[in-house]
């Protein structure tokens, strides 16, 4: 079966440059990518391939190729649905905020309404492929909502879980470790297995696509992610002990990762893991294992999510403290609030949660971060004290205690200390010499993600504190 006409529902991180990278690399299938988002989808289709509404190396000049030619955003979800062969779910599914399975279940709303929306429209035979991360049997679900109608359209559930990184997207996808398509092995699964492996085939290698059943697939997205975030945590708990001993997180990092057993990668001590998933799809596991009756397991992983927790706050505590335990109306400047470097996604990101320690003490926060705006910091911290219980009136006035720039050196004039919370490449070219002459003395650095140079800040006067350095 050769696919001809894609839909993918959520042109969010996954959907856009997904799908982007398809229609790049298969100019004779049809991609549409729909939302329910008009802005989202107006900034897809702005003429300004800088208003995307994803930063992503690259992403602009795959968009810029492709976009009218086979790929199309659209709010248009109905139409786009019926034509497809193909129907990527790619919508978001994050932690539950309400109800059964609160703050550690995975909200599949979401996806459930795409299921329905998808069985209401179909009037022919479709293949639907789950894009977003979703819990081990989300299939069955699935089937059973699609089937509902007993219309007699045949849908075969496929699971493709997502696993490129932000910053990276599109050298992920160009370049993947590998594709995961999980399908039933059945004869009709089996020709829906091979149609998707066929797209992917257009630029990957036999050897990079991977096929399993459905529960393997959908079970190895939880399960990647677990192990990538362990990895973080552990050195990262181990950070605290290297600056109680004055050992160097990064020279045992490196000490451990040559060993080609555990390898050298995802070993960078820091503030603490964010973004969208890690601890997300954690919660998720650990919920799973607590709905299969396996506590020992639960708890394992979620230490995981604790020490991820207890880093951000160990970050916090620490400023506090050498800044004479007092930041009660000091000037501290974060260099980046993304939660990761070539990315403006802020979603969990570490600032957040070190900033709202850091308010809830007196301090001042002046923030510059070269892609995030005002606004989404803003909301940012306006939504955590929200879901925090905070009064409207408590908000607007903490609010007040946050400001944000779009120059460095105004964030950095005046300032007690500089907290580095994303690891931009430009922190490292600024003038540190005359940002020492324009901050308070004693001038600190604390640098959450060790980018700085600590000798020569140390040098120029700084007190410099990295992670894990005694
Ligand atoms: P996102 O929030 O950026 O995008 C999701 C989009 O889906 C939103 O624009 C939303 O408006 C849209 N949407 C919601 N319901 C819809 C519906 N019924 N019809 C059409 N559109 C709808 O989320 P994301 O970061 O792209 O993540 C999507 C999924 O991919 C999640 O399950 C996530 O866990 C997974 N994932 C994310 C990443 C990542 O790096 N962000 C990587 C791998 C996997
Ligand atoms: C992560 C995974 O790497 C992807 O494979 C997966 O597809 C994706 O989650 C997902 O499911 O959403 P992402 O969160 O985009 O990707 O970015 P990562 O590079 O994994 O970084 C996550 C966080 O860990 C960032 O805050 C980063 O700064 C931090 N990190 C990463 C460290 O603190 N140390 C490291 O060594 C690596």
Redesign the pocket.
């Known amino acids: 079966m050769k696919i001809k006409n894609i839909c993918c529902l959520g042109a969010g991180?996954?959907g856009g440059p997904t799908m982007s990278v398809i229609a790049l690399k298969c100019p004779e299938i049809k991609v549409t990518v729909v939302d329910l988002n008009e802005a989202r989808i107006a900034a897809w289709n702005d003429d300004n391939l800088d208003n995307l509404p994803v930063y992503e190396p690259r992403l602009a000049e795959v968009v810029g190729e492709a976009r009218g030619r086979n790929l199309f955003f659209s709010t248009d979800v109905d139409a786009a649905i019926d034509a497809a062969d193909m129907i990527f779910i790619a919508v978001n599914t994050p932690t539950k905020t309400y109800g059964e399975g609160k703050g550690m279940a995975a909200d599949l709303k979401f996806v459930e309404l795409c299921a329905r929306q998808i069985a209401r429209i179909a009037k022919n035979d479709k293949i639907i492929v789950e894009k977003s991360?979703l819990p081990v049997r989300t299939a069955e679900t699935l089937q059973t909502i699609l089937d509902s109608t007993g219309n007699g359209v045949h849908f075969e559930v496929l699971s493709n879980?997502?696993?490129?990184?932000?910053?990276?997207?599109i050298e992920?996808l160009f370049n993947a470790d590998r594709v995961l398509i999980g399908g039933k092995q059945t004869p009709k699964g089996k020709v829906a297995i091979q149609a998707l492996v066929d797209v992917y085939a257009h630029w990957l290698t036999p050897k990079q696509i991977l096929t399993t059943n459905v529960w393997s697939s959908e079970l190895s997205?939880l399960t990647?992610?677990a192990f990538?975030?362990q990895?973080?945590s552990s050195?990262?708990a181990l950070s605290a002990l290297c600056e109680a001993t004055e050992a160097n997180v990064d020279e045992v990092a490196n000490a451990i990762g040559t060993d080609s057993r555990i390898g050298p990668?995802?070993?960078?001590?820091?503030?603490?893991?964010?973004?969208?998933?890690?601890q997300k799809?954690i919660l998720n596991l650990v919920y799973l294992c607590r709905f299969f009756n396996l506590p020992e397991v639960a708890n394992y992983w979620e230490q995981v999510i604790i020490l991820n927790d207890y880093q951000k706050y160990r970050f916090a505590k620490k400023i506090i403290s050498s800044l004479f335990n007092t930041v009660s109306d000091k000037k501290i400047t974060f260099l980046g609030w993304a939660?990761?470097?070539d990315?403006n996604?802020t979603r969990?990101?570490?600032a957040i949660y070190v900033a709202d320690h850091l308010i809830e003490d007196g301090a001042q926060i002046h923030v510059y971060d070269p892609k995030v705006s005002e606004a989404k910091i803003k909301a940012d911290m306006s939504y955590l004290w929200e879901l925090n219980g905070l009064t409207e009136h408590k908000i607007t006035a903490k609010l007040k205690q946050l400001f944000v720039y779009k120059t460095p050196m105004e964030a950095l004039d005046q300032a007690h200390a500089v907290a580095v919370l994303?690891?931009w490449d430009e922190f490292k070219t600024y003038d540190w010499k005359s940002i020492y002459q324009n901050m308070y003395k004693p001038a600190f650095v604390f640098d959450g993600?060790n980018i700085l140079d600590a000798d020569k800040l140390t040098t120029i006067g700084f007190q410099v504190k990295g992670i894990g350095k005694g």
């Open positions: 991180y996954v991360t879980p997502e696993f490129l990184a932000e910053g990276t997207a992920d997205k990647a992610n990538l975030a990895r973080i050195i990262n990668k995802f070993l960078k001590a820091s503030v603490g893991f964010g973004g969208s998933c890690f799809d939660f990761k470097k990315t996604d969990e990101s570490a994303t690891e993600r």
